[in-house]
């Protein structure tokens, strides 16, 4: 199902569930589609929600009933395809039985962890790693954006077979840095990242460090 308009407004309303009008609070997506939630549920799911819920009960109008007009709005910064995946995974409805993408996993293991939702972290997670033998360079992408050591080095030590092309020297001879920053999609990803994986890659992966990015695990390079 897709999204449906409305008449008073540019935004529109989300597909079935959260579409009814017994909310009492609406999240707003990024691109303008309005998901009609339970405070109850958002607030037993994340604390993050719960203080977004305090927020803009505090700023709406306690004298007027709960109509789609009047219930509180609350923007957050994901997009609605991300917003509804997150948000079926808290509710007591039927959970999605074909696999993610993996473009539509990183987004979704994003907002779990901003909103720190531990179960749909989990499970995103185990997902993401499940792509790790097919698409390294994302998933090690994907681990550096999110300072997931374990997704980063699944997909570092993915990349090692890059040796098996030829005569092995350096990562780049491989895949080059332009071609590596569009393939790997290195949004987030910093220069000090990449510069770990180099030499991650220079010592055949024999290395005992963590590939994290908050941590100077190459001390002898400044």
């Known amino acids: 199902m897709h999204p449906r308009s409305t008449s008073a407004s ?3 309303v989300a597909p079935s569930p959260f579409d009814g009008s017994a909310g009492d609070v609406t999240l707003r997506s990024s691109d303008g589609v309005d998901f009609c939630c339970f405070s109850q549920i958002l607030v037993a799911a994340s604390s993050i929600f719960a203080d977004m819920v305090a927020i803009g009960n505090a700023n709406s109008d306690p004298t007027s009933s709960i109509s789609a007009s009047d219930r509180p ?3 957050v910064s994901e997009d609605s395809k991300t917003l509804d995946a997150l948000l079926r995974f808290i509710y007591p409805i039927q959970k999605q039985s ?3 993408s993996l473009e539509d996993i990183g987004p979704l293991l994003e907002a779990s962890l901003k909103y720190m939702m531990d179960f749909p972290a989990s499970v995103v997670k185990e997902e993401l790693l499940a792509f790790a033998q097919t698409r390294p360079m994302q998933i090690w992408a994907i681990g550096c954006r999110l300072m997931l050591e374990d997704a980063a080095r699944a997909g570092a030590e993915r990349m090692l077979h890059y040796r098996d092309l030829g005569s092995y020297t350096h990562l780049h ?4 840095i332009a071609e590596f920053i569009r393939t790997a999609d290195a949004r987030g990803v910093s220069a000090a990242d990449y510069c770990r994986l180099w030499m991650y890659h220079h010592r055949r992966g024999e290395v005992e460090e963590a590939l ?3 941590q100077d695990i190459f001390p002898e390079i400044r």
């Open 212 to 214: 994290g990015a908050n």
């Open 173 to 176: 001879q491989f895949v080059p």
């Open 98 to 100: 074909q696999p993610r």
């Open 73 to 75: 709005v609350v923007p």
């Open 10 to 12: 540019q935004t529109t």
